[in-house]
């Protein structure tokens, strides 16, 4: 049986025993609520109704009988002025406490009906009965005996001002009696019915709240039960598998490959046991693979390592000859009387050192198939200074963003600078002491951009129709050979502009520093 189903089971079971003792719950937090809401709506207002009705009959009897008391000391002698505002008070008592009555025979009828819609929205026609059979006869009879109780005591009014001795005796024979035997036993009968209404509900709800504990406590018992229960499932059918796969892991990851997993189960933890055995045994299998190509690696790097240092020695004796071939030229045009021919040979000697620079870079490189093109013409710059031979003192600055250039560029832009710094040098001074010459290289939009300018006199009107000299055809031959492109400009000093391709592997994984 798969993992998943015995949890989604022991899952749904716990779930399961939680919700049905919720659902008791529940239902028994409903019954409170519907004895409370029955309390509040009926039981609690008919008592304090009844009480505050009952009270206001109360003093309703005393500032009658204090009425009647006052007129018949008025009517046997006294002080007439004290007497007649202590009678106007009592007056005013009566009618204020016949008031109060009403009012809140009023509120009670009105709690009577919202009890009974209420009831019958709730569904419960036992109480709606109740209501219509006990406490609106109740409420009418109250009414109707209320009306009986205020007729006597307009009477007792109308008397205490014409026979104050009257108005005494029908106190004592009639409103007094009335008001005992008919209202406040009919009001004191209706609180007793409601105290005891409300001592039942009370009773009811705590013997909800008993069911509601106990429930708690069932659900406490079962949630524990089923939380051990799911904790020793667990623990069994997936703690311990997973805890021998973790130590069998551990040992793989140390090199042991000969700890097999001893599980034997149909679900997800079998299968995965099984996957991590053939695993190790596949690893098993593949390490003397392993070992075999790390071998035939190690002797492929060897002997990349040994080419590699081969190809350096080559390009390091490339430089040495090319040095020795300059060292030639310069010993031949120590023997040469001829200008022409000092010009030539010095010319031939600049070409070689610029070539002779570049095998210098690659044997010092750790990359053998392209250079740093920047420090490369800092080099040759300074070198070209150095060597210049002539009364004007030349200062090169090199503008060159750090950028690799493959070998097949690199010779033709190294020697093309070098041919131009040269021509610059015979050719841009005449007559001053001076002169400025400005390298540049830079890529944008997969395009290098070389250029070389001096503050010279600018190109002659020769330069201009074709009449070249040998370096300008040079450096053009050498501009084709790039698949370049060469623009002159020749209003203030000299600027030699040539645009060439990067090829599409430097184009896209070796772009200039920007």
């Not at 509040?40 to 008919?46: E, K, Q, W």
């Not at 406040?184 to 105290?195: F, I, K, S, T």
């Not at 069911?211 to 229960?229: D, E, K, S, W, Y």
């Not at 002169?435 to 290098?448: L, P, R």
Request: charged share 25%; net charge negative; hydrophobic share 45%.
């Amino acid at each position: 049986m798969r993992i998943s189903i015995q949890l989604s089971v022991a899952f749904i079971a716990t779930a399961a025993i939680a919700g049905g003792i919720g659902y008791h719950i529940s239902s028994a937090t409903g019954e409170i609520q519907r004895q409370v809401e029955w309390l509040s709506r009926g039981a609690i207002p008919a008592i304090a109704h009844t009480a505050g009705m009952s009270e206001a009959i109360h003093h309703q009897m005393l500032a009658a009988a204090r009425l009647v008391r006052t007129s018949v000391r008025e009517q046997d002698g006294g002080e007439a002025a004290s007497r007649a505002a202590e009678a106007e008070e009592a007056r005013e008592e009566i009618e204020r406490q016949d008031a109060s009555f009403r009012d809140t025979l009023q509120r009670q009828r009105m709690t009577t009906d919202a009890l009974i819609r209420w009831v019958e929205t709730a569904g419960h026609p036992e109480w709606a009965r109740r209501e219509r059979t006990v406490t609106l006869p109740f409420l009418e009879t109250l009414e109707a005996r209320y009306g009986e109780h205020r007729r006597l005591t307009d009477e007792l009014l109308r008397l205490a001002d014409l026979d104050p001795h009257a108005a005494a005796e029908l106190l004592e024979e009639q409103l007094l009696p009335h008001a005992h035997e008919q209202l406040l036993a009919l009001l004191a009968g209706h609180r007793r019915l409601a105290e005891q209404e409300f001592t039942g509900g009370v009773r009811g709800v705590e013997r909800a709240l008993e069911v509601v504990n106990t429930r708690q406590a069932m659900l406490t018992v079962a949630a524990m039960a089923a939380a051990v229960g799911l904790g020793l499932f667990l623990a069994r059918f997936i703690g311990w598998p997973l805890r021998m796969l973790k130590e069998a892991a551990l040992a793989a990851g140390r090199g042991d490959l000969h700890t097999a997993v001893a599980i034997r189960r149909s679900d997800e933890i079998g299968v995965l046991a099984g996957a991590f055995n053939q695993m190790l045994a596949e690893l098993r299998a593949s390490t003397v693979h392993i070992s075999e190509q790390k071998e035939v690696e190690s002797r492929l790097r060897a002997s990349l390592d040994e080419k590699e240092l081969l190809l350096k020695e080559v390009h390091h004796r490339v430089k040495n000859n090319l040095q020795v071939v300059s060292s030639l030229l310069s010993l031949q045009a120590h023997e040469a009387h001829s200008p022409e021919t000092l010009r030539l040979l010095d010319e031939s000697r600049h070409r070689i050192r610029a070539m002779a620079l570049i095998h210098e870079q690659l044997y010092r490189s750790d990359d053998l198939s392209q250079i740093d093109f920047a420090v490369y013409v800092e080099q040759l710059a300074g070198q070209l200074s150095r060597s210049h031979e002539g009364g004007v003192r030349l200062a090169v600055r090199v503008e060159a963003e750090p950028c690799r250039l493959p070998l097949d560029q690199a010779v033709p832009c190294g020697m093309i600078v070098s041919e131009l710094v040269s021509n610059a040098a015979k050719h841009a001074f005449p007559g001053r002491e001076k002169g400025q010459i400005v390298v540049g290289f830079a890529q944008q939009a997969g395009q290098y951009h070389l250029s070389v300018q001096d503050d010279g006199v600018g190109v002659p009107a020769e330069t201009a129709v074709g009449a070249e000299s040998l370096g300008l055809r040079v450096v053009r031959a050498l501009v084709r050979q790039i698949h370049g492109q060469l623009h002159v400009e020749g209003r203030a000093g000299t600027l030699f502009n040539i645009t060439f391709p990067a090829p599409r592997p430097f184009r896209e994984a070796v772009p200039c520093d920007r």
